[in-house]
């Protein structure tokens, strides 16, 4: 058979790790022939210089066609004031989530032995965020009046509908129940945005029904930080908004040993669209084209591409050779590519 | 001299931690023959449970008579499913922020010794977070649509407003150039909510101009997060929203030792209303009435009203006494009127 992979490398050092995830994801798929069909496309913030393109309606379309897409990330130098702040971001990023209707943000954290961690007593750490991808603060509704002036007013409207809130609740019931501890924790600020809030509360205590052997429990956004750094061992899933999940899962990234090693998979359950695979770290331009990045967050990403696509052997014989890799490492530098081809070659 | 003083003890372990503060205060103005003129103001969720009352409108008239409020915690037990979610927080708690125009809200963290920290190297941490305190998020815009059917609809709304947001960014700014390394960071979400992020970003652009000795940067919210814990030592002053503030001061109390050193004070400037003091930390009915709380919280948070009021030397030599005390902690069991009197026996 033959995956239809689009691959988006994006900016910075998207190219070098997405370059490695490749390299990994071809040869676990070829070792149970199946055909990695790719397509490269120039999309981010060096496209945009170029031509003024975040995300043609023709690629946009094109991509609709994949399977899956594979990215790496985009943005800009932090410096540079040529390309509008966030403009790639919302145009190019979240369009894509928005458009192929990624509904599941999925990021999984795990903690691979205790070197990585600045948690003095981190203990174990196994869970998984389910964020909410396609609604929330994240919709892009907001104005200002009287920009500039001191007179200006600027607003920010998250919406919630019960038709989002509950489609990414029960998936994350669903992840719960496939795994040991089948524990869902919500978390909101339901006592300061009561109507977003409370339609998550009510929404968990209704999808809970249908999975009687999973239990819950809320946690208040600042108090489920405070957790992440006392006692990350009690999440199991989370499941949240578009915003508290990606305040929380930076968090997570960092307690688990860094961005460096969080995948993150922005999900279509209903396969009306392909899904997207992409490390949650971003672009890095300070340390672009020196292979100084590290891949493991992007053959991560490609571990959950092999999941969501069903090339479950593949995924678990990748996911079994970073591990491999990761609780040997010695904090010794080693280039980005010398990471993917000690992972490929442990396949 | 005489200070009038609101005290609103609340729930929970509010009581407790309230009179070891009032303690401390009581002996440390004394020793300067000032006066504490106490009124004390049933307020809470056992209130509302005895009275259906929040916030009479009589006793905020009251309250703004006064120079300072004491505030402790409120909040019902978390399974008490005779109070409305949020009732308290919102019309009580929330309602006297507002009204009182506490634009303010501050939140120092500072790590004294090593003793408390989750983090395997904290380093020196010595930071406060000036979030704001009165519009944003927390406005209580919100609303919902179709309430419980499979059409629901839910909005919060943030607003924000360049009055709200210059004026608390201007007191950022002031209170780093008192300080050794005279440095702001701001932290949004710039990329994703543009108008409140520019908003905020042009503002700080605009102020910094008034201090040219203070130098600023910008962090995401969910960069700031994993900064916070890998390497908090490079905050000094952090100006945020109200909903990121809450966050972040929660992280940050997390990460120099718990919520139960973390003080805080709602200030309004312009001493237009009296500012209120309070602990970081909740009413946590769980160990209420049992003496287990520590009253450091509240302890540093009258240390935040002396300073606002003017009494600088008291503050200075409670706050010494408390450092004394955290800096000899063993992690041995001190009942709460313990360590208020080794407080109070030290000043
Ligand atoms: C780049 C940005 C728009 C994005 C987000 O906020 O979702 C990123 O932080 C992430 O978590 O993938
Ligand atoms: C109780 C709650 C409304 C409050 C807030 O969100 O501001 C609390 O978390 C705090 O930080 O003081």
Chains 1, 2 share one sequence.
Do not use: C
């Not at 490269?40 to 379309?61: C, F, I, M, R, S």
């Not at 509904?103 to 903690?111: A, F, K, Q």
């Not at 991808?133 to 920009?147: D, K």
């Not at 429990?217 to 930080?225: E, P, R």
């Amino acid at each position: 058979s033959t995956i239809n992979l689009a691959v988006i490398p994006g900016d910075g050092i998207g190219p070098e790790v997405i370059a490695e995830a490749l390299k990994v994801l071809e040869k676990a798929v070829a070792a149970e022939g199946v055909v990695l069909e790719q397509t490269h496309y120039k999309l981010g913030a060096e496209h945009w210089l170029a031509t003024g393109e975040t995300l043609p309606d023709e690629v946009l379309a094109d991509l609709r066609t994949q399977d899956a897409i594979l990215f790496g990330a985009v943005g800009a130098a932090p410096g540079d004031t040529r390309i509008p702040s966030g403009i790639i971001e919302r145009e190019m990023l979240l369009k894509l989530r928005f458009s192929l209707d990624h509904y599941v943000n999925l990021r999984p954290s795990r903690l691979y032995g205790t070197v990585g961690s600045p948690l003095a007593n981190p203990g174990i750490i196994d869970f998984i965020v389910v964020r909410e991808g396609t609604e929330g603060p994240y919709v892009g509704n907001g104005g200002s009046l009287r920009t500039g002036t001191p007179h200006e007013v600027a607003t920010e409207v998250s919406l919630n509908t019960a038709y989002g809130v509950e489609r990414v609740v029960r998936d994350a019931f669903r992840r719960a129940s496939t795994r040991d501890r089948k524990h869902v924790t919500l978390v909101h600020k339901h006592n300061v945005l009561v109507y977003a809030g409370h339609l998550w509360k009510r929404t968990v205590e209704a999808v809970a029904q249908e999975f009687p052997e999973v239990t819950h429990d809320y946690l208040h956004v600042d108090a489920a930080t405070i957790f992440m750094v006392t006692n990350p061992s009690r999440f199991d899933v989370i499941v949240t908004d578009n915003l508290f999940g990606d305040i929380l899962t930076d968090l997570a990234a960092a307690v688990t040993g860094g961005i460096g090693l969080a995948a993150s998979g922005n999900i279509n359950m209903d396969r009306t669209a392909p899904s997207m695979f992409e490390p949650v770290h971003g672009s890095a331009p300070d340390i672009a084209g020196q292979q100084k990045a590290d891949p493991t967050a992007a053959i991560l990403s490609a571990v959950l591409l092999l999941d969501h696509l069903g090339y479950t052997a593949a995924a678990r014989r990748i996911e079994a050779a970073v591990i491999a890799d990761v609780e040997t490492r010695d904090g010794g530098a080693r280039s980005t590519s010398a990471v993917g081809d000690a992972i490929a070659a442990a396949l």
